[in-house]
């Protein structure tokens, strides 16, 4: 959603999020100074360049903000869409600072957006605007392994950063760190396996570490673990599509409502997320998926009865005219800014708890630091100690076979003489990072009584280890 669009249900993506770090700041007593440093954007570019479109000169615009470089290199993903804008792209450019703090990712906040609708053009076409687009960005210093290093995001995938990465090649042939100049890439070009589904798995995690905690999940009205738990989800792309498939067939959850484009569909039973996602592949949309109810209002769907709320799409979705019929204890925000500022107010008035953007989605950069990694080191993880590990494990079968003169079962075996690859490894980072952040949110929150809700906890620990590092390093 464009800032001029927002603006209409109130102020804007990017003055929604500078409320909520001058909010922080007031609670944690910083010095003007350090805070009008940290809001600021530091640095942003704006390209136009010309493409040919079947014998025509298209215009093309985009930016990419720096939002931080107190970390380096900068990230942040590069969104394609027909409405993003500069404010846009600073907004979320300054949600990368504070996501990256939250989940201890040692990076600096930056984000770019591209005008364009990818639906309406040609593979070949998108390539040759897309590889335009690379050298533009390379060549103002806002794309290479050490400085900026995008990633995907709404509109782009591991096709986009495949080419962007391969650009960069070109251009700088001697560079052996080229593979870290972007992430998100295919999995054949110097991707990991596991970065497509990161930012919906991370939702997932992230739902799993609050339920780990009773006394916390009181707070929304709920009890017990995931298992049954009803859910609505707003936005089938890759990551609502991934919270929803890991929901409902690893936790148990009852995905009850979808919603897109073209409206919503309605299962109390609960939908099968792999069956709406081909039917969408298949018609471009839910209407007609078999077995579920049809509401031409799509948005209406989100004031229906569930435990939790998970909205995946565009900012701004919950704005003050329907926060106070929202019915959901829990919102996810899987999305970013899917909530305005004044509908969050509202809302916790209400009492519904929510899970913040700026650490809910944070699974997509987390994974993104690792991709980083294994490019910047040549090896994939695992390479060197798994089959170590698999022939430890077996030790230990054969030890406890001989001690006991009984057989271990197979499937105790199985994973007991299995070393971890890459996959497992990569999961095991993103767990642990989402359950940690939590951990400290839930933390903070409890420990200071001027936070009454786990967005202002993050924005305070956020805040807290950037403007550390101005004071320790500084400006």
Not at 51 to 61: D, L, P, Q, R, S
Not at 125 to 135: P, S
Not at 170 to 177: E, T, V
Not at 403 to 425: C, M, N, Q, S, Y
Request: with cysteine; hydrophobic share 40%; proline share 4%.
């Amino acid at each position: 959603m464009s800032d001029s669009k927002f603006a209409q249900q109130g102020m804007s993506f990017r003055e929604s999020v500078e409320h909520m770090v001058d909010h922080a700041i007031g609670i944690m007593g910083l010095d003007a100074g350090m805070g009008n440093a940290m809001k600021v954007c530091q640095s942003v570019v704006q390209v136009s360049f010309p493409v040919e479109i079947n014998g025509k000169a298209e215009i093309f615009t985009g930016w990419r903000a720096t939002h931080s470089d107190h970390r380096l290199p900068s990230k942040g993903g590069i969104r394609y869409a027909p409405i993003v804008d500069q404010d846009e792209v600073e907004a979320l450019a300054a949600l990368m600072t504070y996501k990256c703090a939250i989940v201890d990712v040692p990076f600096g906040g930056s984000k770019g957006g591209l005008v364009i609708d990818p639906k309406k053009y040609e593979r070949h076409h998108l390539e040759a605007i897309t590889r335009r687009f690379a050298r533009e960005l390379i060549n103002k210093g806002y794309l290479s392994p050490s400085q900026n290093v995008p990633a995907p995001d709404m509109g782009t995938g591991p096709q986009e950063m495949g080419w962007m990465v391969d650009t960069y090649k070109q251009m700088f042939p001697n560079d052996i760190n080229y593979m870290g100049a972007l992430t998100g890439k295919p999995v054949e070009h110097g991707g990991v396996r596991g970065r497509n589904e990161a930012t919906g798995r991370g939702v997932q995690y992230a739902l799993r570490e609050l339920f780990r905690h009773p006394e916390e999940i009181k707070r929304a009205g709920l009890s017990g673990s995931l298992s049954g738990k009803r859910v609505i989800v707003q936005g089938l792309g890759n990551v609502g599509y991934h919270a929803a498939h890991f929901l409902e067939t690893e936790d148990d959850c009852l995905i009850t409502t979808i919603i897109e484009r073209d409206g919503a569909i309605i299962n109390e039973d609960g939908l099968n997320v792999g069956a709406v996602r081909q039917h969408i592949v298949e018609s471009g949309g839910v209407k007609g998926f078999p077995g579920a109810e049809y509401l031409e209002d799509g948005i209406k769907a989100l004031e229906r009865e569930c435990d939790i709320l998970i909205p995946a799409a565009l900012e701004g979705v919950i704005t003050t005219e329907n926060a106070p019929r929202i019915q959901a204890s829990l919102i996810a925000e899987a999305a970013n800014g899917p909530i305005t500022f004044e509908a969050d107010r509202i809302l916790r008035e209400r009492g519904v708890e929510i899970i913040p953007d700026a650490y809910c989605n944070a699974g997509g950069v987390i994974v993104s630091y690792f991709e980083w990694i294994r490019n910047l080191n040549h090896v994939r993880f695992g390479r060197l100690d798994k089959r170590f590990h698999e022939a430890r494990g077996q030790h230990v079968i054969d030890a406890i076979e001989q001690a006991t003169d009984t057989k271990v079962p197979e499937h105790i075996v199985k994973e007991l003489a299995r070393g971890a690859d890459e996959f497992d490894l990569v999961r095991s980072g993103l767990d642990d990072s989402m359950r940690l952040a939590l951990q400290e949110i839930i933390r903070t929150r409890n420990t200071n009584p001027k936070i009454d809700d786990y967005r202002m906890a993050a924005y305070v620990i956020a805040i807290e280890k950037v403007s550390r590092h101005y004071r320790d390093i500084g400006f």
